[in-house]
């Protein structure tokens, strides 16, 4: 009997080894910003119709602020710039939960996102008597924004999301389609929390109930920390019968002083900097950033 349990116990680990090489690859901490999935979540037909849900899921802050928020920040905004006959671009925009508002307090609005399905659900949502607003479906990092703008927006942190080169990119696009006097507000994630963020993992089959995949699958969601470059990355490994796959949630944190350094490599300088995108943010884990081109 002992004879056979040796003889049988190489067998079980051969087969167990590319098991264990699979999960130390699936543990393996990428390189800072090696990789961008962003536009997977947007343009994979299930993943765009999840985000869109949860974009206008009340019950979940996961990709949009409560509407009382929108409302508080529209109007901060009206108070601040005048909405009323400016030109305005959201980018990121979504279904319009932002645009929509604004062309209510009469601005001329361009929501731009590269969703379709959040871009569909914009145009037939949009409510009667908005003025003038108008939503296309662009890559606000290589196709052509709106130009002589008073106001582009960028709002729940998205800024946070690019990589340095995605967002030097974006600065100078932004730049271009600015009015001399015009303005780019966005809010960015702060250096308080990224030092909330613990890396750690978790594994459990149909992760986030059917939100990766209608079929059944098991999910790995790993957490990294990049103390030097204050990045924090959520990690999500999808593993289905057929295939495996990765979703990459890069985030930057910032100071202000880092983020300021960071605008006046692009021509940019600071005006203001604020909590008007989310005045509900009391533990300072964000910040709002009001920025013109430098010389202007």
């Given at each position: 009997m002992s ?5 049988g116990a190489?067998?079980?680990l051969?087969?167990?080894?590319p098991v264990?090489k699979?999960l130390?690859?699936?543990r393996?901490?990428?390189d ?7 536009e997977t979540?947007?343009?994979?037909p299930h993943?765009?119709?999840?985000m869109?849900k ?14 009382p928020?929108?409302d ?8 601040r710039f005048g ?6 671009c ?9 645009a929509?508002?604004?062309?209510q307090?009469?601005a001329?609005?361009?929501g731009?996102d590269?969703s379709?399905?959040s871009?569909e659900?914009a145009?037939?949502?949009?409510k009667?008597?908005?003025g003038s607003l108008?939503?296309r479906?662009?890559n606000?990092?290589?196709d052509?924004l709106p130009?002589?703008?008073?106001l582009?927006t ?6 946070c999301a690019?990589?340095p080169a995605?967002r ?16 780019f ?9 990224f030092?909330?963020?613990?890396e750690?993992v978790?594994?459990?089959?149909n ?7 209608a079929?059944e699958?098991?999910?790995f969601h790993s ?8 990045v ?7 593993i289905?019968?057929?295939?495996t ?10 100071s202000?002083s880092t ?8 021509g940019?300088?600071?005006e203001?900097i604020?909590?008007?995108?989310d ?7 964000a910040?709002?950033v009001v ?6």
């Amino acid at each position: 009997m002992s004879h056979t349990r040796c003889v049988g116990a190489p067998k079980v680990l051969t087969e167990i080894a590319p098991v264990f090489k699979e999960l130390s690859e699936i543990r393996r901490k990428p390189d800072v910003f090696s990789a961008y999935t962003a536009e997977t979540l947007w343009t994979d037909p299930h993943l765009a119709r999840q985000m869109l849900k949860t974009h206008l899921d009340q019950s979940t802050p996961l990709a949009s602020r409560p509407l009382p928020i929108i409302d508080q920040t529209v109007q901060w905004l009206d108070e601040r710039f005048g909405l009323n006959g400016k030109n305005v671009c959201d980018l990121g925009c979504g279904p319009g939960l932002y645009a929509e508002r604004y062309a209510q307090h009469g601005a001329c609005v361009t929501g731009v996102d590269f969703s379709a399905n959040s871009i569909e659900y914009a145009n037939l949502h949009a409510k009667p008597g908005c003025g003038s607003l108008a939503f296309r479906q662009a890559n606000y990092l290589t196709d052509v924004l709106p130009e002589q703008q008073d106001l582009i927006t960028l709002i729940y942190c998205d800024f946070c999301a690019l990589s340095p080169a995605q967002r030097a990119v974006l600065l100078e696009k932004v730049r271009g389609a600015l009015h001399p006097e015009g303005a780019f507000v966005f809010d960015v994630h702060s250096v308080k929390a990224f030092a909330d963020v613990s890396e750690g993992v978790v594994f459990a089959r149909n992760y986030m109930d059917g939100f990766w995949t209608a079929d059944e699958c098991y999910v790995f969601h790993s957490t990294w920390k990049y103390e030097t470059a204050a990045v924090s990355l959520d990690l999500f490994t999808i593993i289905e019968e057929q295939q495996t796959w990765r979703v990459y949630n890069w985030l930057q944190h910032y100071s202000q002083s880092t983020l300021e350094a960071e605008l006046r490599s692009s021509g940019f300088e600071i005006e203001d900097i604020s909590d008007g995108l989310d005045a509900s943010d009391t533990g300072g884990h964000a910040f709002t950033v009001v920025t013109k081109p430098s010389g202007n």
